[in-house]
């Protein structure tokens, strides 16, 4: 699974940098089209929820996705690719 | 399903303020919404006016918008004529406690099977800042310029005392707790009251010493002390500062319930 923002709903209020227990949203610098600056992913790789849901079958932590005020959180499905090894730190 | 598919897509994005608490609590009520397993068709969500009311405006379901403070009293009316409903209220302070006082103290009595959501800005966000009757003392806004002096009401206690079965405060930093909270009003018969503290960048916030978004979440981060924490505060003897907001369960009971199919 991969985290990703929906830009044309994010309005930049940035309540997602100040829940994720691995710091993975960050203030953005630049507006996008819309005016809104949106936040930075840093290694969205290492969300609980892109690693785990799968094998758990159901959505772990999640709780970015809950604080968003504008439903702008989300997980894609990803493609068959190539493994990468993902560092975690505790 | 999963509490994204409660929304109504092309409603989105919402007219809210850039940080308005209320999308939060809209999540965390349709999580909870979710986790029931409830279908749509079954389900009818009803409000009064303000920034909070328009919630049920982007859910998929049945709906209705009422005028200012009748949502309990039209919900009061769907609960009778079909108990088989669930019916869930988005209010505000001001629709609630304000215009509307009547109708919360009437249908804790009652008891009447409702969960009912307050997001309790302390403001009246949609006209412009006016002041509520949960505005903190000292709190300003447009009709309290030099600060209010007023007590504020606390909406919980006044659930609780006039007969709610479940009462329970979060804030819109805990989502967690909150969602939990939703479900377990949901799912205890009889009235069912959550209040849910949200930040209101644009009414409250800005001037209030949150000037920032992040400002005011950070403060109920801070100033939360658990129901049972504060309890053993008080057996000690020791003194809960004025500004802290107490958080938590704050009432279960089982008082016989209006509108539930025997
Ligand atoms: C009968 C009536 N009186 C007054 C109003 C004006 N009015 C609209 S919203 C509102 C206050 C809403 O405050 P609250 O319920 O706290 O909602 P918020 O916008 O803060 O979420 C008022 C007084 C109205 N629409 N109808
Ligand atoms: S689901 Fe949890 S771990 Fe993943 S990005 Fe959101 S807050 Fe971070
Ligand atoms: S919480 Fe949501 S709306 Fe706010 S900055 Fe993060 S993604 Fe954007
Ligand atoms: S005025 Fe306040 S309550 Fe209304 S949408 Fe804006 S931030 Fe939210
Ligand atoms: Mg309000």
Request: proline share 5%; charged share 20%.
């Amino acid at each position: 699974m991969r985290l990703v923002i929906d830009e044309s709903r994010c309005k930049g209020c940035n309540l997602c940098t100040l829940v994720c227990p691995y710091r993975i949203f960050r203030p953005g610098t630049t507006a996008n089209r819309r005016g809104v600056i949106v936040p930075e992913l840093d290694r969205p790789e290492r969300c609980a929820n892109c690693r785990l849901q799968h094998l758990y079958g159901r959505r772990l932590c999640g709780v970015c996705q809950m604080i968003c005020p504008d439903q702008a959180i989300t997980w894609e499905e990803e493609g068959p690719c190539e493994p990468v090894k993902v560092a975690i730190e505790y | 399903m999963t509490y994204e598919d409660w929304f109504r897509e092309d409603r989105l994005p919402h007219i809210y303020c850039v940080g308005c608490g209320n999308g939060t609590v809209i999540n965390c009520t349709l999580s909870a919404v979710d986790q029931m397993g409830w279908n749509k068709e079954e389900t009818v969500f009803v409000s009064g006016i303000g920034c909070s009311s328009r919630a049920p405006g982007y859910i998929v379901t049945d709906s209705l918008h009422t005028t200012h403070g009748r949502a309990i009293a039209f919900a009061t009316g769907i609960k009778m004529a079909n108990p088989d409903l669930k019916v869930i209220v988005f209010t505000g302070d001001g629709d609630l406690a304000a215009i509307g006082g009547n109708h919360f103290i009437h249908g804790c009595r009652r008891n009447i099977d409702l969960t009912v959501v307050c997001m309790n800005n302390m403001i009246y966000g949609m006209t412009g800042g006016q002041g509520s009757p949960t505005t903190p003392p000292g709190a300003l806004s447009t009709t309290t310029p030099y600060g209010s002096r007023e007590a504020a009401f606390d909406l919980c206690g006044l659930a609780a005392a006039a007969g709610a079965n479940y009462v329970a405060r979060y804030t819109s930093y805990h989502v967690t707790e909150l969602t939990r909270a939703v479900r377990a009003g949901l799912e205890s018969p009889g009235f069912s009251f959550i209040e849910a503290l949200v930040q209101c960048p644009t009414n409250y916030g800005r001037r209030n010493k949150f000037r920032q978004v992040l400002d005011q979440i950070e403060y109920f981060k801070s100033h939360a002390l658990l129901v049972q924490k504060a309890n053993r505060m008080r057996e000690e003897g020791k003194k809960i500062p004025d500004d802290m907001i107490i958080i938590g369960e704050l009432a279960r009971r089982n008082r016989p319930a209006l509108g539930v199919r025997k």
